[in-house]
């Protein structure tokens, strides 16, 4: 079965919806169907207004566009889309356990489960299966126990095949990513699913940057590349904090490290705190493999990324307070962004969100900006920490789709994520709307401080 006709992708989210709009767009005689429990999220997905698409990812639209009804079809009929497809990928959600056993930190895998299960008792022809999903290492072997064993006798192979998309750069990242990794088994069935995942990315992407390796390599690849990620963050990050008792420029410091081409420019940006749905998820996985399998050192080696960037979060708000002559009850605090980083609509563990929080029990009135986040997001994101009462959540947290309405009145700025667009803000203006002294304090390294200085406002970066 090298030839793959028809594909169905479990899960229309961030990774599911953009991936599978990329193959359709580029494998045209490919029927892609991308099924979703959530009938809203579905229906967002076929809406005629490409505005209301689910997912913000710039260059997304004019995919959709160019594939949607063609071969590229949104739907809440899952078993009818698995019957029909020899290929399904499974990208849903896999959130860090609030339960029971590795509760906060290991992977919740009950929906890759039932997503199993329900394959199994759909297939009636021979399937190839693909983990989209960031999984913790050796998944892969469960989902093949549950199809072998509760299946009608077909035949399963499992491939894993993780993302590497970012938000806020997914449609470049697809269209020319750096590589592409398929694990599989090494037997002949294992190859010839294989071949069948490599022929639908060769349609686009040159054969050399198709990776091919063992389930189990593939599957740590993942968790190893986000861990160094984050790494990179934390690590910069912590030197950040040092740089602001020394006198020394992170942006300087960053700079001239990156132009070692051993260590390399990129993920070098200090910043209040790397978000996401992956970063801490996978480490959080990571550390409690290592924990399970007693190896507490290396657990607690990564764990350390994490504690830093919790660090990095709370000095941020810690300062905010003690700037503000160690009292922000009563006073109004604008947050320049609310999303986990530009270019996306995604706020899953954003920084802001953390920011805010902690700030709230300062008894701040906080007011909030985003290009691109709903108000109802905002609230959910807060309600979710389960700190304070929902009413009190919207009581402290007032939403704008103004930015300059959402400055008035306001004791200090907050940046949050780095939108382009507060770059190019009439600064002057906001200024003289500003109660006095106006304070801006960017946790994204993102404004001209000097230029903020000679308005008047006192003006404070990471890192500097
Ligand atoms: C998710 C994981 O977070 C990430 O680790 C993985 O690499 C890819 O899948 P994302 O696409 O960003 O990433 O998640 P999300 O936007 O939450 O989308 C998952 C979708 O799956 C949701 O729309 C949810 O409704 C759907 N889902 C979940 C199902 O259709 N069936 C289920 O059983 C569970
Ligand atoms: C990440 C990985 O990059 C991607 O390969 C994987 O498939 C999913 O997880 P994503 O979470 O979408 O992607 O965004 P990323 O660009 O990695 O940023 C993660 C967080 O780190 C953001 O909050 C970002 O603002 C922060 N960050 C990133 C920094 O603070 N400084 C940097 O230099 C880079």
Redesign the pocket.
């Given at each position: 079965m090298s030839k793959i006709k028809n594909i169905c992708c479990?899960?229309?989210?961030?990774?599911?919806g953009p991936t599978m709009a990329v193959i359709a767009a580029k494998c045209p005689e490919i029927k892609v169907t991308i099924?979703?429990?959530?009938a809203a999220?579905i229906a967002a997905w076929n809406d005629e207004n490409l505005d209301n698409l689910p997912v913000y990812e710039p260059g997304l639209d004019a995919i959709v566009a160019q594939a949607r009804g063609r071969n590229l079809f949104f739907s809440t009929e899952v078993e009818k889309a698995i019957d029909e497809a020899e290929m399904i990928f499974i990208?849903?959600?896999?959130p860090t356990k609030t339960y029971g056993l590795g509760k906060g930190k290991a992977a919740d895998l009950k929906?890759i489960e039932?997503?199993a299960r329900q394959i199994a008792s759909v297939a009636k022809s021979d399937k190839i299966v693909v983990e989209?999903?960031?999984l913790p290492v050796r998944t892969a072997e469960a989902i093949r126990s549950i199809l072998d064993n509760t299946g009608n006798g077909v035949k399963f192979q499992i491939l894993s095949n993780p993302?590497f998309l970012a938000e806020g750069t997914a449609i470049d990242d697809l269209l020319h990513p750096d590589r592409v990794l398929i694990g599989g088994d090494s037997d002949e069935e294992g190859q010839e699913a294989i071949d069948a995942l490599v022929n639908i990315y060769a349609n686009w992407i040159p054969t050399e940057r198709i990776l091919t390796t063992n389930v189990w390599s593939s599957e740590l690849s993942k968790l190893t590349a986000n861990a160094f990620l984050a790494q990179r963050v934390s690590s910069i990050n912590a030197m950040s904090e040092l740089c602001e008792k020394t006198g020394a420029d992170i942006n300087e410091v960053a700079r001239a490290i990156g132009m070692d081409s051993r260590i390399g420019s990129k993920f070098l940006k200090s910043s209040v705190g790397f978000g996401g749905?992956?970063f801490q998820?996978d480490i959080l996985n990571l550390v409690y493999i290592a924990k399970s399998y007693g190896l507490d050192e290396v657990a607690d080696y990564w764990e350390q990324v994490i504690i830093m960037n919790d660090h990095q979060k709370r000095r941020f708000a810690a300062n905010i307070v003690k700037t503000l002559y160690n009292t922000v009850s009563g006073k109004k605090i604008t947050f320049l962004g609310w999303a986990f980083k530009k270019d996306t609509n995604d706020t899953r563990e954003s920084a802001a969100i953390y920011v805010a929080d902690d700030l709230l029990l300062e008894q701040a009135n906080i007011a909030v900006y985003d290009p691109k986040v709903e108000e109802t997001q905002i609230h959910a994101d807060l309600d979710y920490l389960d700190t304070r009462r929902k009413k009190e959540n919207r009581k402290g947290v007032t939403t704008f789709n103004d930015p300059y309405e959402a400055v008035k009145d306001a004791h200090a700025i907050a940046v949050l994520t780095e939108w382009d667009e507060f770059k190019g803000y009439d600064w002057q203006r906001i200024y003289d709307n500003m109660k006095k002294p106006a304070f801006v304090f960017d946790g994204r390294n993102l404004l001209d401080g000097q230029k903020l200085r000679e308005i008047g406002f006192v003006f404070q970066s990471i890192g500097k």
């Open positions: 479990i899960g229309a989210g961030y990774v599911g099924v979703d429990l959530n999220r990208s849903v959600n896999t929906f039932l997503c989209k999903s960031t993302e749905s992956c998820k």
